[in-house]
């Protein structure tokens, strides 16, 4: 449950950021690129504290040696 409403945060903040970037900057709001991006984002926020513990791991085995 924790995965599914961190996607649906992210879609919506991420629909909220492309919106205000596109008015910034003067551009067209495309909402299907800001979705994709977003979603991106909340999948590499998601998986990457299980990258960081696999090294940390490997980096304590190392000082243990």
């Known amino acids: 449950m924790k995965y599914?409403?961190?996607?649906i945060w992210a879609m919506i903040l991420?629909?909220?950021t492309g919106f205000l970037?596109?008015?910034l900057t003067q551009t067209a709001y495309s909402p299907s690129l800001s979705l994709v991006v977003?979603?991106?984002?909340?999948l590499i926020l998601?998986?990457?504290?299980?990258f960081l513990k696999h090294f940390?791991?490997?980096e304590e085995k190392?000082?243990?040696n």
Do not use: K, W, Y
């Open 4 to 7: 599914v409403m961190t996607f």
């Open 38 to 42: 977003s979603l991106v984002f909340a």
């Open 21 to 23: 970037a596109g008015a």
């Open 46 to 50: 998601l998986t990457l504290p299980s």
């Open 14 to 16: 991420g629909q909220v």
């Open 62 to 64: 190392a000082h243990q």
């Open 56 to 58: 940390e791991v490997e």
